[in-house]
């Protein structure tokens, strides 16, 4: 079931559409239901300056990308692989102790939809792969 949160989350589109402009860049399939998403990052020597994505995907990976790039802005490159871990863990796992920049995550992890937890990963995933992490 998707919750009108979700769906509220998944309407924020001003991270999405690629323009041309980054110093990172990936793709990432999702093998399981097909879902696809691109994203491309400005990085300075310690932080993230911003995120752009481009999905073809269901509302829920929509959504989390959607998240990810909102919540990635300024972030300090040092915790950013032990962060997204952590998150990646809570999420197949259902477990509700994100990192606290994270903690919007929460509604993309309910009961209802725990079996589509690769979904809502995809974009950490695509975000691991830009760093080669």
């Given at each position: 079931?998707i919750s009108q949160?979700?769906?509220?989350?998944?309407?924020?589109?001003?991270?999405?559409?690629?323009?041309n402009n980054f110093?990172?860049?990936?793709?990432?399939?999702?093998?399981?239901?097909?879902?696809?998403?691109?994203?491309?990052?400005?990085?300075?020597?310690?932080?993230?300056?911003?995120?752009?994505?481009?999905?073809e995907s269901c509302?829920?990976?929509?959504?989390?990308?959607?998240?990810?790039?909102?919540?990635?802005?300024?972030?300090?490159?040092?915790?950013?692989?032990?962060?997204?871990?952590?998150?990646?863990?809570?999420?197949?796992?259902?477990?509700?102790?994100?990192?606290?920049?994270?903690?919007?995550?929460?509604?993309?992890?309910?009961?209802?939809?725990?079996?589509?937890?690769?979904?809502?990963?995809?974009?950490?995933?695509?975000?691991?792969?830009?760093?080669?992490?």
């Amino acid at each position: 079931m998707i919750s009108q949160k979700i769906i509220q989350i998944a309407s924020n589109t001003k991270f999405s559409g690629l323009n041309n402009n980054f110093t990172h860049k990936s793709s990432v399939k999702n093998s399981f239901c097909g879902d696809k998403i691109k994203i491309e990052l400005i990085i300075d020597k310690k932080k993230i300056n911003s995120m752009r994505y481009e999905v073809e995907s269901c509302v829920l990976c929509e959504a989390s990308a959607s998240l990810v790039a909102k919540k990635i802005k300024n972030y300090p490159l040092k915790n950013l692989k032990k962060d997204i871990k952590i998150l990646k863990d809570n999420i197949k796992n259902n477990k509700c102790n994100y990192p606290s920049k994270f903690r919007d995550f929460k509604h993309l992890t309910t009961s209802y939809n725990i079996n589509r937890s690769n979904c809502v990963i995809l974009p950490l995933e695509a975000l691991l792969k830009a760093f080669k992490i």
